[in-house]
């Protein structure tokens, strides 16, 4: 069982950044791939980014790359997502999610993540 919390949501105006953390526990999670989802207001929810338990491999949506970065610390039990640019469309609660133990299906899909945090609010105001 893999516990998870996100936090640094918040309101941010257009054009700023946020850097979103999630916190795991259990001793499993340098063998976790993590991912970012969200969901914005009316929509379903998203795959937005992903980082193997190694942290060697990273992707991410169209929406978000080129102006998004994930990262881990397994030291720490935590990842990272940081957002630039942001702007309206961006708004949505933001959702941490874990894979099982050396996971190696696709890591973009929701039905690889059995472990879901309880989602933390980012709004981007205009």
């Given at each position: 069982q893999v516990q998870l919390v996100e936090s640094?949501?918040?309101?941010?105006?257009?054009?700023?950044?946020v850097r979103l953390s999630c916190a795991a526990s259990g001793r499993t999670f340098s063998s976790l791939t993590m991912g970012w989802f969200r969901q914005p207001p009316g929509k379903e929810r998203e795959?937005?980014?992903s980082i193997s338990w190694s942290g060697g491999t990273t992707r991410y949506s169209d929406s978000v790359?080129?102006?998004?970065?994930?990262?881990?610390?397994?030291?720490?039990?935590?990842v990272y997502l940081q957002m630039n640019s942001?702007?309206?469309?961006?708004?949505?609660?933001?959702?941490?999610a874990s894979t099982t133990p050396y996971y190696r299906g696709s890591a973009n899909s929701a039905i690889g993540y059995p472990y879901w945090?309880?989602?933390t609010q980012v709004t981007v105001s205009s």
């Open positions: 640094g949501g918040g309101l941010v105006q257009a054009g700023g950044s795959f937005i980014a790359k080129g102006r998004s970065t994930i990262s881990r610390d397994n030291r720490k039990y935590t942001l702007q309206p469309e961006d708004t949505a609660v933001y959702y941490c945090g309880q989602g």
